[in-house]
């Protein structure tokens, strides 16, 4: 996928809301995904030309924030585009993804960057050595604790969106 410059992204969205074209024909004059221009129109529409000149900051907070009410609304990229104005869609699906598996706290801890890869694939075998601490009775009871904390977390998130949904169906016009 190649990068769209800013004054691209710009000069197909002014072309656009001056009425010079559809959708589809100005995303495809500037080779834009279709799908990548209703993002950016709806972004343009609710934040203006500062969310192409300076996109939000992703912080931790950030990604909780948009994870939870995406998939607490259902949301479309389009419209967490428009409510955030961020258009990273492979990092909103794999931000959601680890809010449904491990909570907020899966967000939270999600350092920046590419991990490491080994570079010295051709090591000698050595004898197994056992690097893991002993862990004492209280640290063994925290440790379960925090995890037995998370899984309540996550069936709690699990219920109100389910009771959302529920109340949804509920209000719909039959």
Known sequence: MTKISKQLKLRALTEYFDG??????????????????????AA??????????????????FRVALARWAITNNASYTQIAAKFGYLGTAQIYQWKKIYRNEGPNGLLSI??????????????????RSTKKKLT??????????????G???????LKLLASMKQRTKNSPK
């Open 137 to 150: 009775p209280e640290q063994n009871r925290l440790k379960q604790l925090e995890a037995e904390n998370l």
């Open 111 to 128: 350092s920046k960057g590419r991990k490491p890869k080994m570079t010295n694939k051709r090591k000698k075998p050595t004898k197994k």
């Open 20 to 41: 010079r074209g559809g959708l589809r024909a100005i995303a495809g004059k500037y080779h834009i995904s279709r799908r990548l221009f209703e993002m950016l129109v």
């Open 44 to 61: 343009y529409r609710t934040h203006g030309p500062n969310i192409i000149l300076d996109p939000p900051q992703v912080t931790p907070d």
């Open 152 to 158: 309540l977390r996550i069936k709690n998130e699990a």
